[in-house]
């Protein structure tokens, strides 16, 4: 099977950021991990279609910056569009 990770390269809040998106093809759906400020996210489509993040660590005591998480939802939604 191809590796279909693909990397998001962006500017936010002046900040450059380079990050690694995994594909996780399940039986009926496709969710997106990545590593966002040294949390792990799973973006997984909602009922409206639009990814929506959920962590894989819900009780981390470390701050993440949800304006962050909310932008690279975008950048994928962008990336597998073909807008990139």
């Known amino acids: 099977m191809e590796d279909l990770n693909f990397i998001?390269?962006?500017?936010?809040?002046?900040?450059?950021?380079?990050l690694e998106v995994r594909p996780w093809v399940q039986r009926y759906k496709i969710a997106f991990k990545v590593t966002v400020a040294e949390h792990e996210i799973t973006y997984e489509q909602d009922e409206e279609g639009r990814l929506r993040a959920i962590s894989d660590e819900p009780h981390?005591?470390?701050a993440i910056d949800h304006e962050l998480v909310g932008f690279v939802a975008e950048k994928i939604e962008e990336a597998i569009a073909g807008e990139e």
């Open 8 to 18: 998001l390269k962006f500017e936010y809040k002046g900040k450059p950021h380079i």
């Open 60 to 62: 981390s005591s470390r």
